[in-house]
């Protein structure tokens, strides 16, 4: 928690920094030689490794946030609309945030702790002696393959969490499998996916960056290591929140809710 006790001037300085590591990203990542298959090795262990507790988180939540929104609509009369409520709820908003909070806990501090231990080793200094661009290999294949595999996760996710959700819908009522994919999606359109998926891209990209600035720019041996790992869950996960509520306020005011 000590990286909420940052002066107004820390503070500042440290969005500029990261502003600067972000702009150095998509300087390095505009030459050529890319190194892509280290960026297929990290979108293995960032989205395959991830996908099972995704794909459990997204289960449970579908599942109870059924049964948890089916007296209510009982107690209305609108059982009825159950598929449609949700179907939209998941798919806007609850699914996409929660497993980019995930990714924010599970891939950011992965990353900080891989790039604070190689900078506290001195591995990374090595990479330059011999020539190698660090910042290309290690940064920009992590922060790519963060902004690649955290909307795959989530529209992964997002099929999971409605398939609980159809379980959800039967463990006290009795709803067919044609009807309740048939509400779902009727009550769906390109306006609630879309925007969804486009911020989920953003929110990887925030994800990658703050991590692996966190770690590039590790100091002060194991201390420091542990440090970039936490301070990377606690301000990619703050991204999230943020980014999230501008996308609600720009499709809010496109008229896409």
Do not use: H
């Amino acid at each position: 928690m000590r990286y909420f006790n940052l002066s107004e001037s820390e503070f500042l300085k440290e969005v500029g920094e990261i502003s600067r590591f972000a702009a150095r990203f998509f300087r390095e990542v505009s030459k050529p030689k890319q190194e892509w298959e280290e960026f297929v090795n990290q979108c293995y262990w960032i989205g395959y490794k991830t996908l099972t507790l995704v794909s459990i988180t997204a289960f449970i939540m579908g599942l109870v946030l059924t049964i948890q929104s089916r007296p209510t609509l009982v107690e209305f009369g609108a059982a009825s609309l159950l598929p449609a409520m949700v179907s939209v709820s998941l798919v806007r908003e609850i699914t996409l945030v929660i497993t980019s909070l995930i990714c924010a806990g599970k891939i950011g501090s992965g990353i900080g702790a891989e790039l604070g231990s190689m900078r506290v080793t001195e591995q990374i200094d090595a990479m330059e002696v011999s020539g190698t661009n660090p910042f290309k290999y290690l940064v920009v294949t992590r922060v790519l393959a963060s902004t690649v595999m955290v909307p795959v996760l989530s529209s992964l996710a997002i099929a999971i969490s409605l398939y609980g959700g159809y379980l959800g819908a039967n463990i006290r009522g009795q709803v067919s499998w044609s009807l309740f994919w048939f509400q779902a999606y009727d009550s769906l359109s390109y306006g609630d996916f879309i925007p969804a998926m486009i911020k989920t891209i953003f929110f990887g990209f925030a994800i990658g960056i703050v991590g692996c600035y966190k770690g590039y720019t590790s100091q002060k041996g194991t201390e420091g290591v542990g440090r970039s790992a936490t301070t990377a869950v606690i301000v990619a996960s703050l991204l999230v929140f943020v980014l999230d509520l501008i996308a609600v306020q720009i499709t809010d005011l496109l008229g896409l809710t």
